[in-house]
């Protein structure tokens, strides 16, 4: 994927120089606009000193070396906050054996597709059994995602086993603060303390919206810590003269499963302007799972 993405990005840049709407000086302005946007969230973050956050910008990075400097710059000037990147190679030259990242939305929407009728029941269920898989399998990185077919209704239904044996949630399509909330309160409803627990606000985080949401958290969870992408990796937005260019805005680049089992996947998300299938079973999703607290937002990055 970021590949692709990084594909996309410069046949746009070579395209604008080729045809000499971007000079090299254009170019180089371009990554003095970017360094500099780097350097303000450096130090937003150096006035939150508490605030802990992690890398996550591999499918919609600028580039690799982009991406690269980037990590360099935060681990020289924020290395009590920045707590590392998702990215397997990068994690490794950083000297880290632990790759920082959750897994996706993915394992849900396949997950529903292969249950052995395809019933309502079925379906349903099937994102609450593969949590418990996960757990199984990978008992320490057991961060709930539970906004595939809406943080609400998952929450409404998940039993007390998975609050006890989660250790965290990621927030990754309703406002963080109102995510934690739910997050917490559905921690508390079986008995469990939201002090042993992890939130992570992510989802076209800045260094602002990041410092907000994980202060706000804080004092209810074991830890806050931001998931931030695209304006660390691309933050590319009016970086040269022609700031009306579509191009050299953050461009949101989704790939995700589109089949399993011969049915189109769903995910409907806490946002519906992310929802993805085939307009019948998108449909029928909403009819299983409903659409309570589901509200319509920009899709910003």
Request: charged fraction near 25%; hydrophobic fraction near 35%; aromatic fraction near 10%.
């Amino acid at each position: 994927m970021e590949i692709i993405s990084e594909l996309y990005y410069w046949s746009l840049v070579k395209r604008a120089m080729r045809q000499g709407e971007m000079s090299q000086g254009d170019f180089t302005a371009m990554y003095f606009v970017m360094q500099s946007r780097a350097y303000e969230f450096i130090r937003a973050f150096k006035d939150a000193p508490s605030v802990t956050f992690v890398e996550f910008a591999t499918r919609r990075r600028n580039s690799f070396r982009w991406q690269r400097f980037i990590n360099d710059l935060l681990q020289k000037h924020l290395p009590q906050q920045f707590l590392g990147a998702s990215n397997v190679l990068i994690a490794m030259k950083n000297g880290s054996a632990n790759p920082i990242g959750t897994n996706a939305h993915e394992l849900r929407m396949v997950y529903a597709n292969i249950t052995p009728n395809d019933n309502d029941d079925e379906i349903r269920e099937s994102q609450y059994q593969v949590d418990r898989d996960w757990m199984k399998m990978y008992p320490e990185l057991g961060i709930l995602l539970p906004d595939t077919f809406g943080s609400t209704q998952y929450f409404a239904g998940a039993e007390r086993d998975i609050a006890q044996n989660c250790t965290g949630s990621r927030f990754d399509s309703k406002e963080p603060v109102e995510a934690g909330k739910e997050f917490a309160n559905w921690l508390e409803g079986h008995g469990v303390d939201p002090k042993e627990k992890l939130a992570l606000p992510s989802d076209g985080l800045t260094a602002e919206t990041a410092i907000h949401a994980c202060t706000s958290l804080s004092s209810k969870f074991k830890k806050a810590s931001a998931c931030i992408g695209t304006n660390l990796g691309n933050n590319c937005s009016n970086v040269w003269p022609l700031v009306d260019d579509p191009g050299f805005k953050p461009f949101s680049m989704v790939i995700k499963a589109t089949e399993a089992n011969g049915r189109s996947a769903v995910k409907l998300s806490d946002n519906p302007n992310k929802a993805m299938g085939s307009p019948e079973r998108v449909e029928r999703f909403k009819k299983i799972f409903g659409v309570r607290n589901i509200r319509e937002q920009e899709v910003l990055v």
